[in-house]
């Protein structure tokens, strides 16, 4: 069984960033009460992992959720203003909502480890899930990337996403509405030729924080993303190796879904 919509509406999608290769973004919590719309038991920052959760060889780092965003927008506008194929597969849901979030309905954890980040921002702001499974699964579980503008302009980035099974304590969960788990595997090549590679994770799950709460208006959006470090770039590349197994971000991502869920 693999991670999708579980239950609930939706019907469109949402993606890892495309600009893998240039995006490394960490942070600490920050947040404050919701919305009145989404009558939560406990504030975003309650909802995070705790750091004795986080796996071995990673220590916590210090980032405020506006400094997310806008480390979040440049990567965004430089994945805007790049070429695309298929040009159908164009990820829309990181933009969307980072629109959304702020210091007033979100909280971040994020860590380093000497080879790779992670990030865990948890929101009463709702993501496109849907949004995503259309641009990382099917005809677009393999995108190319051309960059048009920045330090990378005449880049090639080819990601191949992998969805991975659904941990095992997510699955019947009557407060999960929707969610994704994907591996991406991205190779960058410069205009010289050299190439340089990496491996990274998402997970994103939209779920009720409170047992007698089951509407999905009332879903809060739980985001796990860890990127590994990249390769030197070379000719021909060589393999990056993943921060984690398949299975051990499984397992880290079905945590983050149990501590929100507190």
């Not at 971040?108 to 949004?131: H, Y």
């Not at 340089?196 to 009720?208: I, K, M, P, R």
């Not at 000719?235 to 880290?252: E, H, M, R, W, Y």
Request: aromatic fraction near 2%; hydrophobic fraction near 45%; glycine fraction near 8%.
């Amino acid at each position: 069984m693999r991670v999708r919509v579980l239950r609930g509406r939706g019907a469109s999608v949402m993606v890892i960033a495309v600009m893998a290769a240039t995006a490394s973004l960490v942070g600490c919590g920050d947040g404050t009460v919701p919305p009145a719309s989404v009558a939560t038991s406990a504030v975003p920052a309650d909802l995070l992992l705790a750091p004795g959760q986080l796996p071995g060889g990673f220590a916590p780092a210090q980032l405020a959720v506006a400094d997310l965003v806008e480390g979040n927008r440049g990567n965004i506008e430089a994945a805007n203003a790049a070429e695309v194929t298929p040009p159908d597969c164009r990820p829309t849901a990181d933009a969307d909502l980072n629109e959304q979030i702020d210091a007033a309905n979100s909280a971040v954890l994020a860590a380093r480890s000497s080879t790779a980040s992670l990030v865990e921002l948890v929101t009463t702001a709702q993501r496109d899930i849907p949004a995503d499974i259309a641009a990382s699964t099917g005809r677009c579980a393999i995108t190319t990337t051309v960059i048009r503008e920045g330090n990378l302009r005449g880049a090639r980035i080819v990601t191949r996403y992998t969805e991975l099974p659904t941990p095992a304590q997510m699955q019947g969960s009557d407060r999960l509405h929707q969610a994704l788990v994907l591996r991406s595997d991205v190779t960058t090549t410069l205009p010289d030729g050299a190439a340089s590679t990496q491996v990274g994770f998402a997970g994103y799950a939209l779920l009720s924080p409170a047992a007698e709460q089951t509407a999905a208006s009332d879903a809060v959006t739980v985001q796990l993303t860890m990127s590994g470090e990249s390769t030197p770039a070379s000719d021909p590349p060589t393999d990056a190796q993943p921060p984690v197994t398949d299975a051990a971000f499984g397992k880290l991502f079905d945590d983050a879904v149990n501590a929100a869920s507190r």
